[in-house]
């Protein structure tokens, strides 16, 4: 089974600055996708960002970041520029190419403060 | 186009009760997800579906919770009776089903108590 772990329960970081989140996962699958979702207290989930493993580049959504490690079963989420809104909770997640079954960690409470 | 819909998005039942979520995926998405959140932790799936075929239920309290997804869209998900410890936030995820677009999308939730 896949499990995926997030180690920091909570970060705060100051408006402006950089944040990084970080997730480890363990599995024997070769192949798969990696998210990062963003749930804010209005509560609905929104993905943030997605690395195929395939793919040795690290993926990029503007501000948003990720850095790959397939080796080390590391996917980490660097937040640039942070702002107001970026306060959530940060879920890490795994899918499984074969039969898309998406498994969460369990969460890290980001608060960017002003 | 309208997303995930969710209803409804707060329940308040007492325990032994019996109670129905209702989710209506994207069109066209194949795949559905039913999770189920406590405060402050991370989603656990309960069902996912493929189109009317409940592929992985493995997580699923059989002994109280049913689902079910007629003509692989609307998918409802019952519990009965209820516990004190069913009271989470219950999500409804849809997806594609394609490779290259495996995103899932998640509703509003509903957040139910049971007292």
């Known amino acids: 089974a896949q499990t995926v772990t997030q180690s920091q329960p909570e970060m705060s970081v100051q408006e402006a600055e950089t944040v990084t989140l970080s997730c480890t996962y363990d599995?024997?699958?070769?192949?798969?996708?990696l998210f990062w979702y963003k749930q804010p207290p209005s509560r609905q989930m929104i993905l943030v960002i997605r690395?195929?493993?395939?793919?040795?580049q690290n993926a990029t959504e503007n501000r948003f970041s990720v850095n790959f490690q397939k080796a080390a079963k590391s996917f980490s989420l660097k937040i640039s520029d942070s702002q107001l809104g970026d306060t959530a909770m940060y879920f890490c997640a795994f899918m499984k190419w074969s039969n898309y079954k998406l498994t969460f960690g369990k969460g890290t409470l980001l608060t960017v403060n002003p | 186009e309208a997303g995930v819909v969710q209803s409804p998005r707060y329940k308040i039942i007492e325990k032994k009760q019996p109670v129905a979520f209702w989710c209506n995926p994207i069109?066209?998405?194949?795949?559905l997800y039913w999770y189920r959140q406590n405060l402050g932790q991370g989603p656990e799936l309960l069902i996912r579906?493929?189109?009317?075929?409940?592929?992985?239920d493995s997580q699923l309290p059989k002994d109280r919770f049913s689902a079910e997804r007629l003509k692989g869209v609307d998918s409802t998900l019952k519990i009965q009776p209820a516990e004190l410890g069913d009271s989470a936030v219950y999500l409804c995820?849809?997806?594609?089903?394609?490779?290259?677009?495996?995103?899932?999308?998640f509703g509003q939730g509903t957040r139910l108590t049971v007292v």
């Open positions: 579906y493929e189109n009317e075929e409940a592929v992985d």
């Open positions: 069109s066209g998405h194949n795949t």
């Open positions: 690395q195929e493993a395939y793919k040795q």
């Open positions: 599995t024997s699958e070769s192949n798969y996708y």
């Open positions: 995820a849809s997806s594609s089903g394609e490779p290259m677009n495996t995103e899932a999308f």
